[in-house]
């Protein structure tokens, strides 16, 4: 079956701008999770969504947010880009993420200039 | 809050060589850890994950983790490297609750010299 799959994998954004990221979870998985990795921070939790609605948030600023629609898929968008915000943005879903079951996409590449 | 300690970010061994990647976790035994490995420009893969009773743990590649409690440890070994294994591995363990959400470490970079 098909895995998780983030779109872009590449963008390249002005600082002030904004940006949306979509990430398609496996077929039939209702969790999605994202993530950002930074070589200075590694791998830290933004947010989870499970049907449609914001379940856990990670410490980030209100600049990041996110969204899932009805058939599960998901967005993440941030605002006012800053060059800080250039990393590599990682969805995750889960079946049930309690015993482990998260499912990585490929990730898409954020660089702010 | 649980955590996981990566010692050494950085890892290089021979082909064939034995692989070892160390993970401490932080307090009470967690019910679940989990062993990721990133190849460049991917994003993470499950190696394999230890659930409460197990102790060795196998998973992917030839790849194993053992859990001693005693050591507050589960440490990713494979007994011959291979080229192919040249990635970065992340040891993480889930935060329970209702805030749910893998807490991850630092990171270990593997290299593997031919």
């Known amino acids: 079956k098909a895995g998780v799959t983030q779109t872009p994998r590449y963008l390249i954004k002005t600082r002030g701008q904004q940006v949306t990221l979509s990430c398609s979870p496996i077929?039939?998985?209702?969790?999605v999770s994202w993530y950002q990795q930074t070589p200075g921070q590694g791998l830290q939790f933004l947010f989870e969504?499970?049907?449609?609605?914001?379940?856990n948030k990670g410490n980030f600023p209100g600049r990041f947010s996110g969204r899932q629609f009805s058939n599960s898929r998901s967005e993440m968008n941030v605002s006012t880009l800053e060059l800080g915000d250039s990393a590599l943005y990682l969805c995750?879903?889960?079946?049930?993420?309690?015993?482990?079951?998260?499912?990585f996409g490929s990730g898409t590449r954020l660089t702010v200039v | 809050a649980q955590s996981v300690t990566q010692l050494g970010s950085h890892v290089s061994v021979s082909e064939g060589a034995l692989v070892l990647l160390r993970c401490n976790y932080s307090?009470?035994?967690?019910?679940?850890l989990f062993w990721y490995v990133q190849y460049p420009n991917q994003g993470l893969q499950l190696l394999l994950k230890y659930t409460t009773g197990a102790t060795l743990v196998k998973g992917i590649n030839g790849f194993e983790a053992e859990f001693k409690k005693s050591e507050t440890s589960f440490h990713l070994t494979k007994p011959s490297a291979h080229m192919s294994d040249a990635a970065e591995y992340f040891c993480?363990?889930?935060?329970?609750?209702?805030?749910?959400?893998?807490?991850f470490g630092k990171g270990t970079l593997l290299t593997v010299n031919p």
């Open positions: 995750a879903s889960s079946l049930r993420r309690r015993k482990g079951g998260y499912t």
């Open positions: 969504y499970f049907s449609e609605t914001q379940r």
């Open positions: 077929s039939g998985h209702r969790s």
């Open positions: 307090s009470s035994v967690p019910p679940y």
């Open positions: 993480a363990v889930p935060q329970g609750g209702s805030n749910y959400k893998l807490t």
